[in-house]
């Protein structure tokens, strides 16, 4: 029998898979109340200044939202590695932690990407664009919500890049002397 077959294995995965549904099921709620919370069209320019705190309201509820989106994608990627491991059957238990921590990684990657666009560090061009104000609008939010949500499912791979990006733009230059 492989190492985490036997029934306190099968016992183990049962814990991951309700932790996983769980947490999905939360962060659908949440998606879904933060989406409906959210006005579907920004306010006319003349209405809210910078410094609004409509809108800072208004970019909090958005920053969430893209917390969240990151959390689901993780906990379908790990839907998705429960789902291989138990039919493969080698469920291992050092697997837990990474089962755990996944969602919260994944909200992580979720807000980084947000703000890596947002911020002009990488580029989405959609549609028509409102200025900086894009993602007060309810289209405008949906590509950074698919972003997120990619880079919840992908958070081991999406770190992985941002290490490179990290050490690419503070690398030091080898001193010849």
Excluded at 98 to 123: C, D, H, N
Aim: proline fraction near 3%; charge should be neutral; hydrophobic fraction near 50%.
């Amino acid at each position: 029998m492989q190492a985490g077959s036997s029934p306190s294995g099968s016992h183990r995965i049962g814990r991951v898979v309700a932790y996983t549904t769980i947490v999905v099921l939360a962060a659908a709620v949440a998606f879904v109340w933060l989406l409906l919370s959210l006005p579907a069209a920004h306010p006319a320019a003349g209405e809210v200044s910078p410094d609004d705190l409509a809108l800072r309201a208004l970019f909090a509820r958005t920053t969430a939202v893209m917390f969240v989106a990151g959390v689901m994608g993780a906990c379908l990627y790990n839907f998705r590695g429960l789902s291989k491991h138990s039919a493969s059957g080698d469920y291992h238990v050092n697997y837990d932690l990474s089962y755990f921590l996944r969602p919260l990684a994944g909200g992580i990657s979720g807000l980084i990407v947000f703000f890596l666009l947002l911020g002009g560090a990488m580029t989405l061009n959609v549609g028509t664009q409102e200025g900086n104000l894009a993602w007060a609008t309810l289209l405008g939010r949906m590509p950074y919500i698919a972003f997120s949500l990619l880079a919840g499912y992908g958070s081991h791979e999406f770190m992985l890049k941002l290490k490179d990006l990290a050490d690419s733009l503070f690398a030091l230059k080898d001193k010849e002397e």
